[in-house]
């Protein structure tokens, strides 16, 4: 697995490039935004500082984002709420705070790369995510079992959920993969559909608000 990590911070890079690479990862470093863009082709996963000499850390992950779906982990000293928002809302799969522990910093690379692989194009047709049952073949929709009635929108709007559960989708995603790719419309309905699946399912945790930045799909109990 190629990791790119993108810190200007010889200090910081070092022992983490070292680390990476004893822990089996190929590693190449960018020190500024400018290079890491130039380098970004064939990696795996990219660790983004936020505070870059050149570009912003945003700007980058914005222009990586833009051109590949390649997992960005964003790592930064800023901590702000958000910061975590902003670097979600751009793209960013995940968020780090630093000083991190090693080991976590592992365990968050391999959660967005088994993540971007759910990504792929979806060849079952059986989606479950704890008791919720989704065929995609018939479009039909269970519980424990029970079948729920959907509209093609709530089930449209499901389906995208469940088809990465406890990946955060932020609701221009959601509006943007569900509604349309141009929709201006009240973001509004977006609400008022998540109310009725909540409504319908009978779970109302099962679909999980992440303040500020959208919705997902809860994987374990509460
Ligand atoms: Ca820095």
């Known amino acids: 697995m190629q990791v790119l990590l993108v810190e200007d911070d010889d200090a910081l890079a070092e022992p983490l490039v070292a680390g990476l690479v004893r822990a089996g990862f190929v590693v190449r470093r960018a020190s500024t935004g ?3 863009l130039d380098l970004t082709d064939g990696d795996d996963v990219v660790l983004l500082d936020l505070g870059l000499p050149d570009l912003d850390g945003y700007e980058v992950c914005r222009r990586l984002r833009a051109r590949s779906a ?21 793209g960013a799969d995940d968020y780090l705070v630093k000083p991190f522990g090693f080991r976590e910093l592992v365990a968050r690379i391999r959660a967005v790369t088994r993540r971007a692989e759910g990504r792929l194009p979806e060849t079952g047709t059986r989606v479950t995510v704890g008791p919720l049952a989704i065929d995609r073949r018939t479009r039909r929709v269970t519980m424990d079992g029970r079948e729920i009635l959907l509209t093609p929108k709530e089930y449209d709007l499901l389906d995208f959920l ?6 955060v989708r932020t609701r221009t995603e959601i509006l943007e993969s569900v509604w349309d790719s141009h929709w201006y419309g009240p973001t ?12 319908k399912l009978g779970e109302p945790g099962l679909v999980e608000t992440v303040r500020g930045v959208g919705f997902r799909m809860r994987t374990t109990a509460p």
Do not use: F
Request: aromatic share 0%; hydrophobic share 45%; no cysteine.
């Open 34 to 36: 400018a290079e890491a």
């Open 188 to 199: 509004k309905t977006l609400d008022v559909h998540i109310a009725s699946l909540r409504r």
């Open 162 to 167: 469940a088809s990465d559960p406890g990946a």
């Open 70 to 90: 390649v997992p960005i982990i964003i790592v930064t000293a800023r901590g702000e709420e958000t910061d975590r928002v902003v670097g979600l809302e751009l």
